[in-house]
């Protein structure tokens, strides 16, 4: 079957239109509809229902199911396109990372661009990715190196780099009124009864060290990038509990108090599996990053 049948299928079921499919993909519409036909004829089953006089189409049980193998199926067949150039003699292979959604413009600034220009021949795979999908495609073997900014959960199959320390903030409102006097770093104890939000990375930490405290943090929202705890805290409905360096900036429209406790911090580091071999592009990279890390010294 031609892979172009899926991905055309991908994007029909996505728009919800065959029209504005056809249109999307540059293709006239009887022959996008046909390729549809020879793909329930192969499977021997309906993906769409029947919707006569109306212009949405909707997915079968059978068409839901086929959609997410779909997916899979080109997702992986991609992989393997990136992966397979590095044995095409235009390009030294691919790199891939994963890298935290807070941390990406910074990866990119510090590291990844810089590496490119000095060897335009590798090509590059960037997964904007949270701690838990970060380990879980290191364990898959989809990613070379993970780039996170909480700790993955402990293995002996991996080994990190620590590249810097980030701290634990109370994110609020400026004109929200906060326990204790002004500019005063915040003890988890002073957490009690506030609405809070945080990021998956930081919640178990957090909660661990409130409850030496007595306090069981009030989590009202939680999310998988800080990012989405910082713009809920900026609605005024809560304070966001986050880790950050200390030179972040900070929102507009908002002001962050230290949160004081030697416990409440995160590592940055650089993560790889040592249970299968880099590639000839990740190795050239750990070496980079390597020098990188000890020209700041």
Request: charged letters at 15%; hydrophobic letters at 40%; glycine letters at 6%.
């Amino acid at each position: 079957m031609d892979f172009d049948f899926y991905r055309n299928f991908i994007t029909v079921a996505e728009a919800g239109n065959i029209s504005a499919a056809a249109k999307q993909l540059s293709l006239v519409q009887p022959a996008l509809s046909a390729q549809i036909k020879t793909l329930e004829k192969y499977y021997g089953v309906q993906l769409f229902k029947t919707n006569r006089g109306k212009r949405h189409i909707e997915l079968t049980e059978a068409g839901e199911a086929f959609l997410q193998q779909a997916k899979l199926m080109c997702s992986t067949e991609d992989s393997i396109s990136l992966t397979m150039q590095a044995f095409n003699q235009k390009a030294m292979g691919t790199l891939r990372v994963g890298v935290s959604h807070v941390r990406s413009e910074y990866f990119l600034q510090a590291y990844l661009i810089p590496f490119a220009q000095t060897q335009p021949q590798i090509s590059y795979q960037f997964h904007n990715a949270a701690v838990v999908e970060q380990q879980a495609l290191l364990n898959k073997g989809l990613i070379d190196f993970a780039f996170a900014n909480a700790p993955l959960g402990q293995c002996e199959d991996l080994a990190s780099i620590k590249v810097g320390r980030e701290y634990f903030y109370v994110y609020y409102q400026k004109d929200k009124p906060m326990p204790g006097e002004a500019g005063q770093n915040l003890t988890p104890a002073q957490l009690a009864g506030l609405p809070l939000c945080c990021n998956y990375g930081s919640y178990g930490l957090l909660r661990s060290v409130c409850q030496e405290y007595g306090v069981q943090p009030n989590v009202i929202f939680i999310a998988t990038a800080a990012s989405s705890a910082l713009a809920f805290a900026a609605s005024g409905l809560a304070c966001a509990v986050v880790a950050a360096l200390p030179d972040d900036p900070v929102p507009a429209g908002m002001r962050r108090i230290p949160l004081q406790d030697a416990k409440l911090t995160f590592s940055q580091e650089l993560y790889w599996s040592t249970q299968r071999r880099l590639s000839p592009a990740a190795q050239l990279f750990l070496e980079f990053f390597q020098k990188q890390m000890s020209e700041r010294k």
